[in-house]
């Protein structure tokens, strides 16, 4: 049999493509503005297998679409990201802010305005990733199958950090990492502000579909099928870049700035324009708020599926909220089950990992300073409470595979070695490990979805 020419191939592979993307469920409604031809001639010879990411945002996508809600914490360390899925959790956010403020490439500490290296969340990714794959191995190597380690990540990319080719690069790096799904904001790349703070400038609407493709045409170059996001900022945003596109005139005051922005008027109606204009382009909007108010995500869900039913949302349940200030204590308790039943199958807060580790660490370095090793015992106290959870780390060793590497040592001598770590360390003598439920906790129920 003849080789086929390029041509040909590409004909060939195009054609299965496109026939992928207009048969398979998982594209429905999703609108890609280039052909799969576009696609196969960017990939190249080779296909190198991102499993992580792949498996990632299939369960995701799985996640979203067969219970009510997933419901994520956002990590700022390895560690944290396990104690997560040890606790309960399915899923994994990861911040740019909390990148920003303690975990970037610079290592400076940052307000949430991409003054960071745009590597730096794909760096964090696969730190995140590394630990749970680490768990997983520690784990599976004791014989517990009960918990799955390799949850999705859901990772920031802010607003691209430049134009489309940035956001094209930083969202192969964010796949090559891991990450099962990401989300892109449509403000200004150079004067980017976290969503709670003043200053937002949107990009036009046309600018940020493109912005949207060029995510989207990375994850298709990659053979992936990432999870895209899109936020919008425009609820709390009072200026855009240019009056270009007649989607945005409407919401035009007239005014500029010295610096020749146009200031707009922002809201629900804002916000809720560019997320049907995103829609097509995305596989869950994202409508950055003020307040946790229900009213609010009710508008935006209901005229949102007014024109895309079923379209998946986000919530961020950010810590940039004073909750007790706005809803009472009812309110709060059934806040993700209602917004659940609205749509917004993805909710999170962002900065939970920032906040645990500074109030902790707080609270134990007070009471340290007044009440010495008393303060700490106290600490490694509730540390043995919490093992009846499934808690674990009060043995730190052991938590961080001192035992695996000991089993790596007996497999490569053969059993004969007289250097193990774990064995006659003060940890193995004074801490009796956990009963371990063969990975399973009491009070966790394991999910019929695979």
Not at 72 to 100: D, I, N, R
Not at 211 to 231: C, G, Q, S
């Amino acid at each position: 049999m003849r080789d086929l020419s390029y041509e040909e191939r590409l004909r060939r592979e195009a054609a299965c493509l496109q026939s992928h993307w207009q048969t398979s469920p998982r594209w429905k409604g999703i609108r890609r503005p280039y052909p799969a031809e576009d696609v196969i001639r960017l990939r190249g010879t080779i296909t190198i297998e991102h499993t992580i990411a792949r498996l990632g945002a299939e369960r995701l996508w799985a996640l979203m679409h067969r219970t009510p809600y997933v419901a994520a914490l956002g990590a700022l360390t390895g560690g944290q990201a396990v104690e997560m899925v040890k606790a309960g959790l399915k899923a994994v956010y990861l911040s740019g802010w909390q990148v920003a403020a303690d975990a970037n490439l610079s290592f400076q500490t940052y307000p949430d305005q991409s003054l960071y290296p745009s590597n730096s969340v794909p760096a964090v990714v696969r730190r995140l990733n590394n630990a749970l794959h680490r768990a997983d191995q520690i784990a599976w190597a004791e014989g517990n199958t009960g918990i799955r380690w390799m949850v999705p990540i859901v990772a920031d990319a802010e607003a691209g950090f430049g134009g489309t080719l940035n956001a094209f690069e930083l969202m192969k790096a964010m796949i090559e990492a891991g990450a099962a799904g990401v989300h892109f904001e449509d403000q200004l790349a150079s004067e980017k502000k976290c969503g709670h703070l003043g200053g937002k400038v949107l990009v036009p609407t046309e600018q940020f579909i493109r912005m949207l493709t060029a995510a989207r045409l990375a994850a298709d170059v990659l053979h992936i099928p990432t999870v895209v996001m899109a936020r919008t900022d425009a609820m709390s945003a009072s200026l855009v870049t240019s009056d270009a596109d007649e989607r945005d005139r409407p919401f035009l005051t007239g005014e500029r700035t010295p610096e020749g922005f146009f200031r707009i008027r922002d809201g629900l109606e804002a916000a809720i324009a560019r997320g049907l204009a995103y829609a097509p382009y995305a596989d869950v909007l994202w409508c950055e708020t003020s307040i946790p108010d229900l009213d609010e995500a009710r508008g935006f869900a209901e005229a949102i599926h007014g024109q895309f039913p079923g379209k998946l949302l986000a919530y961020n349940c950010s810590p940039s909220f004073n909750w007790r200030r706005n809803l009472d204590d009812e309110t709060i308790a059934r806040f993700q089950r209602e917004l659940g039943a609205m749509g917004y199958r993805f909710q999170f807060v962002t900065l939970a990992g920032f906040h645990t580790l500074n109030a902790s660490m707080f609270e134990l370095a007070a009471a340290y300073v007044n009440e010495g090793m008393t303060a700490y015992v106290r600490l490694q106290e509730k540390e043995f409470e919490l093992e009846s959870l499934g808690y674990t780390a009060t043995r730190h060793q052991a938590e961080v595979g001192t035992g695996y590497f000991d089993r790596v040592s007996q497999v490569i001598t053969g059993g004969r070695s007289s250097i193990l770590a774990l064995e006659g360390s003060t940890e193995a003598a004074q801490f009796v490990p956990a009963p371990s439920g063969n990975g399973q906790h009491a009070h966790e129920v394991q999910p019929a979805l695979d």
